[in-house]
């Protein structure tokens, strides 16, 4: 939407998609579709954004050009990045993006901001381990796939303490295994895989590198052959200078000093939010949806999570704040 002459641009994003995950809620407004719910407060999201937009929409109380995005796929499949493909920065040429999400464990209506790291990467990765499988009571005759499984999930751990700077973060976590299906047999293929998070690019090379160091050096102890693929889905969330610095003095004139933290620790979740500040200069705030224990507490990605209410008119106030406050009037 557009108000007076001025040639300033900014968009503002919301995520509006729902997650596989069976709700255990039992309030009237819980999910109707069985196995799909809304586990992270998308739909809050985008309630208050389209608020903030019929608000703008009649007050016209801006000069500039406001675009508003609401993206699909935010969960596991990146449609930021799917958008930032298709062209949208080529549509829609802004000077800056911003974006918000809930979090629980953030007291409700408080609010999270700072320049650099906000969120993780997402990387994921898969490993195939090939041998020659045999009887379990002669295991000498072929080659264990389980336990150079075994031994390289054990090895990975290696991966944060030996391959990165001890003040850098990262988290390796083999989350799936693969293989066999009988008590007496030893098979012939195994597998794991897992995810890895990290702050940096360089620390994403380095952890990468790593996981392939370990899995081919623990094939070659135990006989085998392995194969890694590693996925990068989503790069770290890195907000710019001056515009956190802006977010921040949008939350504290709209609502006090008190309720804002402009030092809050990064979280190891991750956002393709991140795409979009590859490409344009912005900034993703946290807005706080009950602190642990209340209302808005259950975390996110959790069957009995719930997205709580009170916080839309902090939502919804602080997207108008930051429009007005960047495409002034006149």
């Not at 080659?143 to 991966?159: E, F, G, K, N």
């Not at 052959?225 to 977010?247: D, G, K």
Request: hydrophobic letters at 40%.
């Amino acid at each position: 939407m557009q108000s007076g002459s001025g040639d300033r641009r900014i968009g503002l994003r919301a995520d509006m998609d729902a997650l596989d995950i069976l709700e255990e809620n039992t309030f009237a407004y819980r999910s109707v579709f069985e196995g799909k719910m809304h586990g992270c407060g998308h739909d809050g999201h985008t309630t208050m954004l389209l608020s903030a937009a019929e608000y703008l929409q009649n007050s016209k109380d801006f000069n500039g050009t406001v675009n508003l995005i609401f993206q699909p796929a935010e969960e596991n499949e990146g449609g930021g990045r799917e958008m930032v493909t298709d062209g949208l920065f080529d549509k829609f040429p802004w000077d800056a993006v911003f974006g918000m999400h809930n979090i629980p464990g953030i007291p409700a209506g408080h609010f999270g901001v700072k320049d650099g790291p906000m969120m993780a990467s997402f990387d994921i990765f898969d490993v195939e381990v090939t041998g020659k499988g045999t009887h379990a009571a002669w295991p000498h005759t072929g080659t264990d796939t389980v336990l150079a499984v075994a031994s390289m999930i054990q090895s990975l751990q290696s991966v944060v303490s030996r391959s990165v700077a001890p003040l850098d973060a990262a988290v390796v976590s083999a989350t799936k295994l693969l293989g066999g299906n009988a008590w007496n047999t030893l098979p012939e293929r195994a597998g794991f895989g897992g995810t890895t998070r990290t702050f940096r690019p360089e620390v994403q090379d380095a952890v990468e590198a790593g996981i392939r160091r370990v899995v081919e050096g623990q094939a070659k102890n135990h006989c085998v052959e392995a194969s890694v693929r590693y996925e990068r889905r989503y790069p770290p969330t890195i907000n710019t200078l001056h515009e956190a610095q802006i977010a921040g003095d949008t939350i504290e004139e709209a609502f006090g000093a008190g309720r804002l933290n402009r030092n809050p620790d990064p979280l190891m979740a991750a956002e393709d939010f991140a795409f979009m500040l590859q490409e344009r200069p912005g900034c993703y705030i946290w807005l706080g949806n009950g602190s642990e224990g209340e209302k808005g507490g259950v975390m996110a990605h959790k069957p009995l999570y719930d997205f709580n209410d009170d916080i839309i008119p902090f939502g919804a106030n602080y997207w108008v704040h930051l429009t007005e406050k960047i495409l002034r009037s006149g």
